[in-house]
């Protein structure tokens, strides 16, 4: 790379860390974004947009359950609202809404509110109190499960140490957890490594907790990041479970992308992704398990049209 091209790119690159929240998030999409679930998937889904107004309808085949839902979304400067009609989620009809206000250069919040499930309200303020320090809290609005998240991030957008504190309430009894990590971005690969409190709150809030660890790795083979490599190791000390996975992905031009991943119980997932001219994109995902070859492989196909 030239000087000319490595200021350039100098110029366009973010000036600031990242918020706690958003350590690891490449790798969290490198490993799970587009790929199917663990079942047999087929879903056609259309989506047109106007003035502001997005309609969206899907139809998804899961083994022999079927679902179909309508999504109306408009958004005008800071308000988001959408409506959705759902024909297996009780009640079929929820409404969403959403403002996001700044009062001043530094800071901006987001208030969403979701009918009739109230419950899923959510507070959301990002701060910038210098250069090199960012600040977020996260506050939901659970009845049974309300949460306040605190976070702190400082460094530059090359390095950035990060500390999460939350406070919340589970059947009746408040708790806290804490989190830490570090996050290294550079032109040519991404790196963090992340420790915090992990629970499972629909039991009792001690039962299950321990140290959960993620640490991820990301190379780019080449300078448009079109071709990459990643490696991904997480641990949970409360049931000793640790995971292992590798991957690779490769964009073919603008149009098409091809992605896959191992982890160590040999299960193997691939995604295969094309888009025609922003008109008509189609994915297909499998996943089957190099140590259980016999049996059917998992197969997703996911077709989208935007008129």
């Not at 790119?9 to 990242?18: A, D, G, I, V």
């Not at 090199?132 to 460094?155: Q, W």
């Not at 971005?185 to 009792?204: G, S």
Request: charged residues 20%; positive net charge.
């Amino acid at each position: 790379m030239s000087q000319s091209e490595y200021e350039k790119m100098n110029k366009t690159r973010r000036k600031t860390p990242l918020f706690f929240h958003q350590f690891g998030k490449k790798s969290r999409d490198f490993f799970g974004k587009g790929y199917c679930g663990h079942s047999k998937t087929f879903m056609v889904s259309t989506t047109s947009t106007a003035n502001g107004l997005t309609l969206t309808s899907a139809a998804t085949k899961r083994f022999i359950d079927s679902t179909e839902a309508v999504r109306a979304e408009y958004k005008y400067k800071n308000h988001h609202t959408a409506v959705q009609i759902d024909t297996v989620r009780f009640p079929i009809c929820s409404a969403y809404y959403s403002y996001e206000f700044k009062y001043l250069p530094f800071a901006k919040a987001k208030a969403s509110f979701r009918y009739p499930n109230w419950s899923s309200s959510k507070f959301q303020l990002w701060s910038r109190p210098h250069r090199n320090a960012m600040l977020h809290l996260h506050a939901d609005l659970s009845k049974s499960h309300p949460k306040i998240r605190l976070s702190a991030s400082i460094g530059t957008p090359s390095i950035a140490f990060g500390f999460q504190g939350m406070l919340g309430r589970n059947y009746g009894i408040a708790y806290t957890a804490w989190s830490g990590g570090i996050q290294v971005t550079r032109p040519y690969f991404d790196a963090a490594i992340t420790i915090r409190d992990r629970l499972k709150e629909d039991t009792y809030p001690f039962s299950t907790r321990g140290v959960f660890l993620r640490a991820s790795y990301i190379q780019y083979l080449d300078e448009a990041k079109k071709i990459a490599a990643g490696l991904e190791i997480t641990g949970w000390s409360a049931r000793k479970e640790h995971t292992i996975r590798a991957g690779g992905s490769w964009a073919i031009g603008d149009l098409t992308s091809v992605k896959a991943k191992i982890d160590h119980l040999g299960n193997v997932t691939t995604l295969l992704q094309y888009d025609i001219q922003d008109k008509f994109l189609f994915k297909i995902s499998a996943g089957f398990n190099i140590k259980a070859l016999d049996k059917d492989p998992i197969i997703g196909f996911f077709l989208v049209l935007k008129p």
